[in-house]
């Protein structure tokens, strides 16, 4: 079973930018799709955005597209998400996990487990 350590997590004021980091181990991470969700206080854990295994195929969510990026780096087993001109409302903790596509993450909702998430608050 994939082990998933996210990291990265901070308080920014708004406007500001945060890259998250997620490191798997346990697996054989370059044929795994990758993707980040967040879970904000009282509300259900969303997709964030996912990746496909070679990096070329990415889905965003449509709150997050055009200021967040994801990436990965297979050498280092490792997946990113840069958070750029964050807002309030991107307040949550932020979570990865492995799926088979890139797309079927998107709407995936039960997973074997999580990692302990990274916590991203932006003030105002």
């Known amino acids: 079973q994939v082990q998933l350590v996210e990291s990265g997590g901070g308080l920014v004021q708004a406007g500001g930018s945060l890259r998250l980091s997620c490191a798997a181990s346990g697996g054989t991470f370059s044929s795994y799709a990758m993707g980040w969700f967040r879970q904000a206080p009282g509300k259900e854990r969303e997709f964030v955005a996912s990746?496909?295994?070679?990096?070329?195929?990415?889905y965003y969510a449509d709150s997050v597209k055009g200021r967040f990026t994801i990436s990965r780096d297979n050498a280092k087993n490792t997946v990113y998400l840069q958070m750029n001109s964050l807002k309030p409302e991107d307040t949550a903790v932020y979570y990865c996990?492995?799926?088979?596509?890139?797309?079927?993450?998107?709407?995936?909702?039960?997973?074997?487990?999580w990692g302990q998430g990274t916590q991203v608050t932006v003030s105002s």
């Open positions: 996990n492995v799926g088979n596509t890139a797309a079927t993450l998107r709407t995936r909702s039960e997973f074997a487990s």
């Open positions: 990746i496909n295994w070679s990096g070329n195929i990415r």
